[in-house]
């Protein structure tokens, strides 16, 4: 028998373009060589234009799924997207308290058009309950100020440090959405500022960007990289599924996750 790949929980909404959500997820897991597990917290409806609708899972089916699961596999590390509704990210948070195990949440807010994924009552729900379990938090610029609610001009760093105090070990804020010839990205902890890395920004929108990097954090933890190791490598490899993306719809372009067979061949860590 073949050696069982690091496994790895995705707790998220499902997207049928599979360029975003779940799916993106399971893709990007899988493509980095880990075994990827789901719990469905919502159905959309949805194209790579925008969302059109979202039905949330009752709460008590979102714990029951993510408690089954993680009862019978040897989950390494956890991915968090859209939960749906503030029961399900208390739920969730419930279930998880007390486990050492590695999450990262993806704070999705808004989809690209600007179609709202969490409420005001979810944010504080995961305020509340996911923050102070989360090992990194992955906020593009935009959802930072939100979440931290500071002015659409507030200092990166004071927003993360909010977040930081209000438990997240590790904050990745993307610059995508800022105005500057290259993407810069910048990963803070308690400390401040600990790494600032830059990237060629590449021309049109994607779906799915800031599920694919989210996700190959949590597939880098996993396979034994430190956090700082595994931000750098999960934005090399997100970047690289950007730069090969392909057009399937009438709207954004989607993240080629398997632009790499080598990927999934990449060395583990003890």
């Known amino acids: 028998m073949s050696s069982t790949p690091p496994v790895v929980l995705s707790v998220a909404a499902s997207d049928p373009t599979g360029g975003a959500g779940l799916q993106a997820d399971l893709l990007t897991l899988a493509a980095l060589g880990c075994h990827p597990t789901s719990v469905v917290t919502a159905l959309t409806a949805q194209d790579t234009r925008g969302v ?77 309950s996911l923050l ?38 590790y904050v990745l ?25 830059s990237w060629q920004r590449l021309p049109g929108g994607y779906h799915g960007s800031g599920c694919t990097l989210a996700s190959a954090i949590a597939a880098f933890i996993a396979r034994g990289r430190s956090v700082v190791d595994a931000a750098l490598e999960a934005q090399d490899y997100t970047w690289h599924a950007l730069a090969a993306g392909f057009r399937a719809g009438r709207g954004q372009l989607l993240p080629q996750r398997f632009h790499d067979e080598a990927a999934r061949s990449l060395p583990d860590h003890a």
């Open 132 to 169: 102070p379990l989360t090992t990194v938090l992955t906020p593009n610029s935009v959802e930072v100020r939100r979440l931290a609610g500071a002015a659409p001009d507030a200092s990166l760093e004071q927003c993360a440090r909010g977040l930081i105090d209000a438990g997240c070990k």
């Open 52 to 128: 059109e609708g979202v039905l949330a899972i009752d709460a008590d089916w979102v714990e029951r799924q993510a408690r089954v699961l993680l009862a019978d596999l040897p989950v390494a590390a956890c991915k968090l997207g859209v939960l749906g509704s503030a029961a399900n990210a208390r739920a969730i948070g419930k279930l998880l308290a007390g486990r050492s195990l590695p999450l990262v949440l993806d704070p999705v807010l808004a989809s690209a058009r600007g179609d709202a994924l969490t409420d005001a009552d979810a944010m504080r729900a995961m305020w509340e």
């Open 173 to 197: 804020v993307t610059g995508t959405h800022e105005a500057t010839p290259q993407v810069v990205n910048f990963l803070y902890d308690a400390r401040g500022l600990i790494r600032e890395d």
